[in-house]
């Protein structure tokens, strides 16, 4: 298995595009995207566990009740929540990318993100979906990308190269997410493509299974978004045997989706709104995989600890504190700790008690910006890692200023 | 009942001290205070649910368990938590304090607060006890308040004076707390004296019922101490028939804690770590207080709505999101949400949509330091009230560099 160019487009059949349709004041920004399967393809999705759903993730989840789809369409600015009319506007722009692409409006996966509350103008969206179909190219992932994103800065798109029965095979994938992450069961906006083919059955284990380890380990601020989805299309075009059942290539499938996954969730955290840190909290040794995830969130989770780290300050007390209170059931009194970057790791507690260490040198591992926080509960084998970020001015900033 | 000044002397027969002794660098902070009651007094008690307990809880618990005291001494600067003897600590800083006032080391309620994982240096407070005892004073509420204090930029005192069977009776407390504060059945640490004459049981549960809907109702950042606790001594000394069961002298009772609770609870949240805002999460017409309460909980915590709330952004879709993943099962589509100042009030979202108004009237309304978020559920007749405060720079700014 190797990482490739292309995101979304590395998967045989798909094509993408994105333009600046003015639903964005900023000209130069993309504000939406599609992506396209020359076949029909086999869906599968999750969603934000959040009771206040988005009209599009509501529209979306009746398209794919057949299992198939064949275009996903997203735009970024306005999030078509909480608003009179928001079914009736996805449903709009479901028909007229459908009647465009010459498809049935079941077959297409529909998407907002943005503002919360506002009515979302479907006129310049469908004036800008002839432009966008022509526009739609094995070329066009980076457009896409960056069609969807809102406050992110940088684009996320993943692909990787795999075999399957002699045939090459592939998984591509493109995100958005900076704010309002704290995936629950689902996660924020995520659209993967392959060309394997997969039955239905075998591509919603694959998806489920997977988001329980990768996007669902991610919190950049503790909200969980109304608006979340990861999406994954198969077209079958790499032509494999049609996995049907466990064994070797879902074993291989489900390693491929996995990589994908966790660059996508690497490229998120760090890119969080505002951070200057992708951090990393690795749980070694729980007693149980539960308890593995759950420490690691709640580490990950501590404003107190993401504050610190923006500091480049060894506060290990804070992450004692916070695995304390995660509800995990656990011996506090057999706990390591240490911090880890490219600069070297620290131990700074040992069996729950701090143990003297070089401020210098914390200091010189914390000022880089990927961090690992390890922490060892010596209780069992089961392991765990969680994504998130810092907490900085510049998250204050973004978020004390984002509507007006 | 009214509110009177005094704090924690103004109940009859208690004396209070705050002197700097060293642990601080900063010679101008007071470090270390003592409350003292001239009878013994009944005491009760709740403590931190963070699986990592500070050892000066753990030593108190012990001392309150036969459920009295007569003294309490605690530190700031250091919590004594999470390193090699700090149980020894806690116990020789209860002896030494024990035998200046000539006390039994039992009736001593020791506590700690500040960093996680230091030792904690006994001879600062060994040697400055005796000042400290000679100190003792009834107009001495102030500096004790001061010398609890941490990130804290106010001191926070409260007193009320009321009349049970035609006796006058008091209740007063004093608290710090303004990073670290998500209490879960439990609290901060905050000290409360009282003159009413009541038995344990009742104590214990006037206590225990008291602080479901006050001090465990605040969130400063999601972040669960080690060393929280609630302690209060009641001495008698008002000569009142003793409480001894559920009535009209307990419901007079309830009433004058939850005044003093109340204020002590919006004290603390306005005074969060960095705040510019105290926030007040109010949810009316709930099915059952425990939606209400989860609701309320979950919308003083986003740190998105925190971060608007700095910005004065009436970023309702926030408030609306924190609700929909808070886990409280309901309607979204008959909530109803306003903001509201001494400038007015302004409905900003009618059955769980978007409603029209006024973004300059909204703006004059949140520019005021005290904003209520009044949510209404439209779905039975519970209600609750929650304490936070704004997200800002100067939250990242101290947290970014708090130990060193």
Same mark, same amino acid.
């Given at each position: 298995m190797k990482l490739i160019e292309g995101g979304i487009c590395a998967s045989k059949g798909f094509k993408a595009a994105g333009v600046h349709c003015g639903i964005r004041k900023n000209k130069t920004k993309k504000d939406l995207s599609l992506i396209y399967s020359q076949k029909r393809a086999r869906a599968a999705a999750v969603y934000t566990k959040n009771l206040v759903k988005g009209a599009p993730l509501r529209v979306t989840q009746k398209h794919l009740s057949d299992g198939y789809a064949q275009a996903v369409i997203c735009n970024s600015g306005n999030a078509n929540t909480c608003n009179a009319n928001g079914i009736e506007i996805a449903e709009t722009m479901s028909k007229v990318c459908a009647d465009e692409l010459g498809l049935d409006p079941n077959d297409i996966v529909v998407a907002s993100t943005g503002v919360i509350g506002l009515p979302l103008d479907i006129e310049p969206i469908a004036n800008a979906i002839? *432009?966008? %179909?022509? /526009?739609?190219? =094995? +070329?066009?992932? %980076? +457009? /896409?990308?960056?069609? #969807?994103? !809102? !406050? +992110? *800065? #940088?684009?996320? =798109?993943?692909?990787v190269e795999f075999e399957l029965n002699g045939k090459t095979c592939h998984i591509g994938g493109i995100a958005k997410g900076s704010g309002m992450i704290h995936p629950n069961m689902a996660t924020m906006l995520v659209f993967m493509t392959s060309d394997v083919n997969i039955s239905n059955v075998m591509l919603q284990k694959a998806l489920s299974g997977d988001i329980q380890n990768t996007f669902n380990m991610i919190s950049i601020d503790g909200d969980t978004s109304t608006n979340d989805m990861v999406v994954i299309l198969a077209n079958g075009m790499a032509e494999n045997d049609e996995i049907t059942e466990d064994g070797e290539d879902f074993k291989i499938f489900m390693k491929a989706l996995n990589t994908v996954s966790v660059q996508l969730c690497r490229l998120i955290a760090g890119d969080g709104e505002g951070a200057t840190k992708l951090l990393e909290c690795k749980v070694e040794n729980a007693s149980d995989e539960n308890v593995a995830k759950t420490v690691a969130k709640s580490v990950i989770c501590s404003s107190l600890l993401k504050a610190a780290m923006f500091g480049a300050d060894a506060n290990w007390g804070r992450v004692l504190c916070a695995i304390g209170y995660s509800g995990a059931d656990l011996d506090i009194d057999k706990i390591d700790l240490s911090f880890k970057s490219s600069k070297g790791e620290i131990a700074v507690c040992k069996n729950g008690a701090g143990v003297d260490f070089s401020e210098e040198k914390a200091k010189e591992i914390l000022l880089e910006n990927e961090i690992e926080i390890v922490v060892n509960l010596n209780s069992g084998a089961a392991s765990s890692t969680a994504w998130g970020c810092d907490l900085t001015y510049d998250y204050v900033r973004i978020n004390g200023d984002y509507r007006t």
């Open positions: 002839p *432009t966008l %179909s022509k /526009a739609l190219s =094995e +070329d066009g992932c %980076s +457009d /896409a990308a960056e069609g #969807i994103m !809102t !406050t +992110d *800065t #940088i684009q996320k =798109e993943v692909a």
